[in-house]
């Protein structure tokens, strides 16, 4: 199983600044199959990026991913209230489908 | 536009097994692009895969859960369930199901979750 280490833990940033997130993996995985979600309290999981870099349907430009190998990040620029959320990362290179255990993202 | 729900019992007592069917609706269950998915979270924890079933009725469950878990296809009603016996309190989770995309093997459209306690 590819376990997946988010760090950091909590970030906590003004609007305007920029975040960015990062998900290591234990062994390398498919940049075709690394993805971001976004989870607000009481919600389900949003799907933010798809193939590591690609921006799902609606999601703002301010959003982007990058990373290879078993680096990625989720960078989010020009903070707004709105992206206070928990962001996970998850990937399908080797069965079982894993989750990062989340960053949390607060806006001050 | 796709819309999935999850419905079931809300209290499942400890040794029984939790039952859950999610109904998809605005989109074809038998489409060829697409597993559905059920992915839980423990109260203030991370997301696990459980399982994903193809409308064909192959499914693949995570190794962690296999011996516990069953996941079927309902295509005339649009809707797959998930079946995992022997609960315990551990097994308490908001569950989710979800569309996994084939092209990039992730979720990508998620029902609103239903909160499920294994409790006597």
């Known amino acids: 199983e590819i376990v997946l280490t988010q760090s950091p833990g909590t970030l906590s940033l003004s609007p305007g600044e920029r975040a960015t997130l990062s998900c290591r993996a234990s062994?390398?995985?498919?940049?075709?199959?690394f993805s971001w979600y976004q989870q607000k309290p009481g919600q389900p999981p949003r799907l933010l990026i798809s193939g590591a870099s690609s921006r799902a349907t609606g999601i703002p430009d301010r959003f982007s991913g990058s990373g290879s190998g078993a680096d990625f990040s989720l960078t989010i620029s020009r903070l707004e209230p709105e992206d206070s959320a928990v962001y996970f990362c998850q990937q399908f290179s080797n069965s079982p489908r894993t989750f990062g255990q989340g960053t949390k993202l607060e806006i001050k | 536009q796709l819309h999935l729900q999850e419905s079931g019992p809300g209290l499942v007592k400890p040794s029984e097994t939790l039952s859950l069917t999610c109904n998809v609706s605005?989109?074809?269950?038998?489409?060829?692009?697409?597993?559905w998915g059920w992915i839980r979270q423990p109260p203030g924890k991370g997301l696990e895969w459980i399982g994903s079933?193809?409308?064909?009725?192959?499914?693949f469950y995570n190794p962690s859960l296999r011996s516990r878990v069953t996941i079927s296809v309902d295509t005339s009603k649009n809707q797959f369930s998930l079946r995992l016996s022997s609960v315990t309190a551990a097994d308490t989770a908001v569950y989710y199901c979800?569309?996994?995309?084939?092209?990039?093997?992730?979720?990508?459209?998620w029902g609103q979750g239903v909160v499920v306690t294994v409790s006597s």
């Open positions: 079933v193809y409308h064909t009725g192959s499914a």
């Open positions: 979800a569309r996994e995309n084939l092209q990039w093997r992730n979720f990508d459209y």
């Open positions: 605005g989109g074809a269950i038998s489409s060829t692009n697409y597993y």
């Open positions: 062994q390398s995985v498919s940049t075709k199959y």
